[in-house]
């Protein structure tokens, strides 16, 4: 008996013992990207330009900073229509957010793509966490915030101006580098009060019928 009993508590905590390392390692799965996330360092470019000729859409484009080395970079926080046909699952997916019909997708992914060409006319700045955004395309590209010369965000103008949604991955920070950099950022962000603000814009954007939400 003693035996049996010794196996039943041997078996029941080595039972405990993987349920715990289980549940560890499923903890650590989910929270690591975000705290490796807040922790990397953001990295400023300032005067950088849009490569035109280069792969892009309203929300992911070719930036050369003053560094000479060209970039891809995919804005935080929103999604634009898109301007590429090979991916006809995605154009479906945006049909219904939008609520236009499928066809009409592309042709308001090129009006986006023409307000960020526009927005980017003059050097900008790029702060990034050189986090990869790998997209369906399978270039490698970076998510950034972009800011113009007149201390707009990017992101913020193509939901007001009824272009994109609020959809994806949002920033965050805790940066005192960030106080009177041009933009008025607040000095700490979360991810998700970082999509809350676009969300509140692009719900503006759908009331006063906007862009696409006017159609």
Known sequence: RRIALSKCIFMFLLSARLSLCLF???????????????????????RSQLMEDEYRDGDSFAVKPLTGYVYLFRLYGVDCPETDDRFESRLA???????????????W???ASSFTREFLRKPFRVYTQKIKADGASGKSR?????????GQRLDEALIQAGLARAHGMGAEWDEPMWEGKIAKFPRRM??????????????????????????
């Open 109 to 111: 992914g090129e009006k």
């Open 24 to 46: 560890v390692f499923l903890l650590v799965s989910i929270l690591s990207p975000a705290v490796l996330a807040s922790e990397k360092e953001w990295l400023v470019y300032d």
């Open 190 to 215: 979360t991810s998700r009060r970082y999509l809350s603000g676009l969300r509140m814009l692009e719900k503006r954007a759908k009331r006063e019928k906007i862009g696409i939400w006017g159609k």
């Open 142 to 150: 970076y998510y950034a915030i972009i800011i113009n010369e007149e």
């Open 93 to 107: 997916e945006q049909a219904k957010d939008f609520a236009i019909e499928q066809d009409d997708v592309m042709k």
